[in-house]
């Protein structure tokens, strides 16, 4: 895995430092994949993380719902 460079955050995030985002940089059709997100909140609570693939949101993990997490099979 290599880190990726190409993302964006959404506009207001005031408490995100140090993110390493990792994705793999080819897989096969089928395949499981792995994505990584490691950042530093400074001691803030998380709220949300999402992933998308254009404007289309494939992946959610929100610690304060139940299931804390949502993906999307592609």
């Known amino acids: 895995m290599s880190p990726i ?21 080819a897989v096969r059709l089928r395949d499981t994949v792995s994505l990584q997100c490691n950042y530093d909140l400074e001691g803030e609570t998380l709220y949300t993380v999402k992933w998308y693939k254009g404007s289309n949101e494939f992946y959610r993990f929100i610690p304060k719902e139940h299931p804390d997490s949502k993906k999307k099979e592609y």
Do not use: A, C, T, Y
Not at 9 to 25: A, R
């Open 5 to 25: 460079r190409d993302f964006s955050f959404v506009s207001g995030l005031q408490s995100l430092k140090e993110v390493l985002v990792k994705i793999p940089e």
